[in-house]
């Protein structure tokens, strides 16, 4: 599995707007910095798509679940960009669901 993991000081939402285009409104994304430990020494800095500025994942370590990943039409393995499912890991390790639309 990923883990990736939310430092207290990334606990918020920014946004992020695309204008209106060929008769299309506008769309607002929100999104909240994450780390993924990619087995290397340090964490790499990544984007979470999160559905509002109240839907900010907490402080913590979080685990994407094997439901979240599709291939993708050359073959390759990449993470669905909605229905990101990520479980919230506990100092126990357990996972229980948190899902992002």
Do not use: C, W
Not at 40 to 58: E, I, N, S
């Amino acid at each position: 599995m990923l883990t990736i993991e939310v430092f207290q000081e990334d606990v918020n939402v920014t946004s992020r707007k695309l204008p209106p285009k060929d008769g299309n409104e506008g769309r607002v994304f929100y999104e909240q910095t994450a780390y993924a430990h990619l087995g290397d020494k340090f964490p790499v800095k990544m984007t979470l798509q999160v559905d509002g500025p109240a839907a900010v994942y907490p402080a913590g370590k979080y685990e994407i679940s094997e439901k979240s990943f599709v291939i993708n039409n050359f073959g390759g393995l990449e993470l669905k960009r909605f229905g990101l499912v990520i479980n919230k890991l506990d100092k126990q390790t357990s996972s229980a669901p948190v899902i992002s639309k």
